[in-house]
């Protein structure tokens, strides 16, 4: 199925918004060097460093520059960004972006200009707002959407009369709200002037009579599970899902809060990546895991050693889990719970569990039991960010919509690790799988990563 002309233009926006920053980045550095070498040679004390050293950390600063600004939501494609919610987001990215270059200069023991640095960010702030002017203006002319999206409201209560307000008072050309779904019983027949045309039962339904482009499920009677069932049954890649909730407010996909009346209002995607992401994603995997064996070797000698002498059974724990496509593979971890537990049995809930041998809190608490994954990631059961691993009992009891997080490798850290990990129930776990799937990218990748690092030092629901 072809994409809709909307999400058409959001991708060709994105593509651009990140083209116009990789053309900007060696622009503001030439203007910048030839203003420091140049314009101002006899007024600022004299200045020794070959171009050879900056020209050596490009690289490393465009990579900071689009972490920068991917983290702080400049690559999400709005269509009415806002003045001065987009001023704020662009202030925030060099704002890290400024803290990253200082913290990589200390790092790596290099003398560079700190008027050099300070006047690339001075010049590249005005010189980025000029980019994404003309990427947005190509975007509308290279891929013109010639109509208003429709949208579909799910939802009659105050959360969704919030949505309606909201839609309507967007810049620019507002869309078309053709039409709001009852969820429940409801005696009305219009919400703030749109008329209620079906209920619950007939999304799929209406969705394809009125040829609608967007979805916003905005109604506290739905949970989460039943949200996912909806989207997971149509799987339309033509029409944009919205979901409003706080469940997923860590993410990665979040809308600012100014562009929706300070509504947490998440964008569930689509979930199908190509050939290059998942060729990206394993040599990510391959290198981090064979980087982080080789550097936490000794580490895991050292407890392999401290569990032979404490007699506790066998080092490492083998256990069946479920993986890409639901082939089972064999987890490898550290024993922490005593040789006569139940090694199917519901997982520990507290650190108080009897179950549990002095040496397992702690390599519980630190999340260290885990290191030996890093095996499974190399040979390609897992990956670094996925799934939750589960075990087959478990996944036997899947229903449709969650049978989805099997389409991707499990994963040795994910959005249940740094969402909660064990404080969560499972179900929320599901849905967190979930939507990681459908909204999967390097970058979230990575951001869960350095989210993940923190949750360790924290020591958060780690038991």
Not at 45 to 50: A, G, I, S, Y
Not at 135 to 154: D, F, K, Y
Not at 423 to 430: G, I, K, Q, R, T
Request: glycine residues 6%.
């Amino acid at each position: 199925m072809k994409l809709a002309p909307a999400r058409r233009a959001d991708r060709i926006l994105m593509m651009l918004l990140v083209l116009a920053d990789l053309v900007t980045i060696p622009l503001v550095f030439a203007f910048t060097w030839f203003l420091r070498t140049v314009v101002l040679v006899d007024i600022l004390p004299d200045f020794h460093h070959e171009i050879t050293l900056y020209l050596v950390a490009l690289p490393v600063l465009t990579f900071i520059w689009l972490f920068s600004f991917a983290r702080s939501g400049l690559y999400v494609p709005r269509r009415h960004p806002g003045g001065m919610a987009e001023i704020q987001r662009l202030l925030k990215a060099f704002a890290t972006l400024l803290v990253s270059l200082m913290a990589a200069s200390y790092l790596v023991r290099v003398e560079y200009s700190r008027l050099m640095l300070f006047l690339f960010i001075g010049t590249a702030f005005p010189a980025s707002v000029l980019a994404r002017i003309l990427a947005r203006r190509l975007a509308q002319a290279s891929a013109p959407v010639s109509e208003a999206p429709r949208i579909l409201v799910v939802g009659t209560g105050e959360v969704a009369s919030r949505v309606v307000s909201s839609l309507r008072r967007l810049p620019g050309r507002a869309p078309e709200i053709a039409g709001v779904v009852a969820v429940g019983n409801s005696d009305a027949d219009m919400l703030l002037g749109v008329p209620i045309v079906s209920g619950l039962d007939g999304l799929e339904q209406t969705i394809e009579r009125m040829d609608i482009d967007e979805v916003f499920f905005a109604s506290p009677q739905l949970n989460h599970s039943t949200v996912m069932a909806l989207i997971s049954s149509m799987d339309r890649s033509d029409v944009h899902y919205r979901l409003v909730t706080d469940l997923f407010e860590i993410a990665m996909g979040i809308t600012d809060l100014d562009d929706m009346a300070r509504l947490p209002i998440v964008e569930i995607g689509q979930g199908s990546p190509g050939t290059l992401h998942r060729m990206m994603k394993r040599s990510m995997d391959v290198v981090l895991s064979f980087c982080l064996i080789v550097l936490m070797l000794p580490v895991m000698a050292v407890i392999y050693l401290v569990h032979l002498i404490s007699r506790n059974g066998s080092p490492v724990f083998r256990q069946r889990r479920v993986g890409l496509r639901g082939r089972e593979f064999t987890l490898y971890k550290f024993r922490t719970m005593k040789p006569d537990s139940d090694e199917y049995e519901v997982a520990p809930v507290s650190i108080g569990d009897n179950r549990i041998t002095r040496l397992g809190r702690l390599l519980r608490r630190t999340s260290m039991d885990e290191l030996p994954q890093l095996f499974n990631v190399l040979k390609g059961d897992m990956s670094m960010v996925g799934p939750r691993p589960e075990m087959p009992f478990i996944v036997d009891d899947y229903n449709g919509w969650q049978r989805h997080r099997l389409e991707v490798k499990p994963g040795l850290t994910g959005l249940w690790q740094i969402m909660g990990r064990k404080e969560l129930p499972l179900h929320d776990n599901l849905e967190y799988d979930y939507y990681y799937i459908r909204n999967q990218s390097l970058m979230l990748d990575f951001t869960i990563l350095l989210r993940t690092v923190a949750v360790i030092f924290k020591g958060r629901g780690a038991y």
